[in-house]
T-cell receptor, first 117, second 113 residues
Framework: GAVVSQHPSWVICKSGTSVKIECRSL??????MFWYRQFPKQSLMLMAT?????????EQGVEKDKFLINHASLTLSTLTVTSAHPEDSSFYIC?????????????FGQGTRLTVV | GEDVEQSLFLSVREGDSSVINCTYT??????LYWYKQEPGAGLQLLTY?????DMKQDQRLTVLLNKKDKHLSLRIADTQTGDSAIYFC?????????????FGQGTTLQVKP
């Protein structure tokens, strides 16, 4: 199957700093990428949907100025957590879809564990 | 709104069958999925079913869909200790061609030797 790679796998940062997480589709062109957040022992919460070359669509309650998403190419999307605080500590997962109405599968990255101290 | 519900925990003995259940509310769901998540890892797609099907079998996995009751189940035959993980069901409506997924809260499957 197709491969989606997230980097870094884990990161520890100081409160007030910004952290960038990358999501790359390695062997296909991802028209659409999704960013999820997962709290311990909970489900995945969709944060935003990004389409290559356009602004991301954020879900209700997600601060777009806090979680900056850029999808500048068909193989790369980035999520930047700005001015991170301990409550932003979480597991962030991206997924990528090749696009097209008939496409059924979104491929997931391995996730990034963010710890803000 | 869209909602997907799952039981939180299931414990079985190795060799038994496991059945994980899921209910959803969106009647316009196009595809329904089962994902597996091992500790600290991303999600692995196990199988999916299109909404006009009522059953799909793939080796040890059987998916049953009751569209009338909006009920989805995943049966794992001959469950192994390596099947221990969290299983998420998800639904997608492909609205606006984005195909965003709505996930249930996940069922932790514990397989005892």
């Amino acid at each position: 199957g197709a491969v989606v790679s997230q980097h870094p796998s884990w990161v520890i940062c100081k409160s007030g700093t910004s952290v960038k997480i990358e999501c790359r589709s390695l062997d296909f062109q991802a028209t659409t990428m999704f960013w999820y957040r997962q709290f311990p022992k909970q489900s995945l919460m969709l944060m935003a949907t990004s389409n290559e070359g356009s602004k991301a669509t954020y879900e209700q309650g997600v601060e777009k100025d806090k979680f900056l998403i850029n999808h500048a190419s068909l193989t790369l999307s980035t999520l930047t957590v700005t001015s991170a605080h301990p409550e932003d500590s979480s597991f962030y997962i991206c997924s990528a879809r090749e696009g097209g109405a008939q496409n059924t599968e979104a491929f997931f990255g391995q996730g990034t564990r963010l710890t803000v101290v | 709104g869209e909602d997907v519900e799952q039981s939180l925990f299931l414990s079985v003995r190795e060799g038994d069958s496991s059945v994980i259940n899921c209910t959803y509310t969106d009647s316009s769901s196009t595809y329904l999925y089962w994902y597996k998540q091992e500790p600290g890892a991303g999600l692995q797609l196990l199988t999916y079913i299109f909404s006009n099907m009522d059953m799909k079998q793939d080796q040890r996995l059987t998916v049953l869909l009751n569209k009338k009751d909006k009920h989805l189940s995943l049966r794992i035959a001959d469950t192994q200790t390596g099947d221990s993980a969290i299983y998420f069901c998800a639904e997608s409506t492909h609205s606006g061609n984005t195909g965003k997924l709505i996930f249930g809260q996940g069922t932790t499957l514990q397989v005892k030797p």
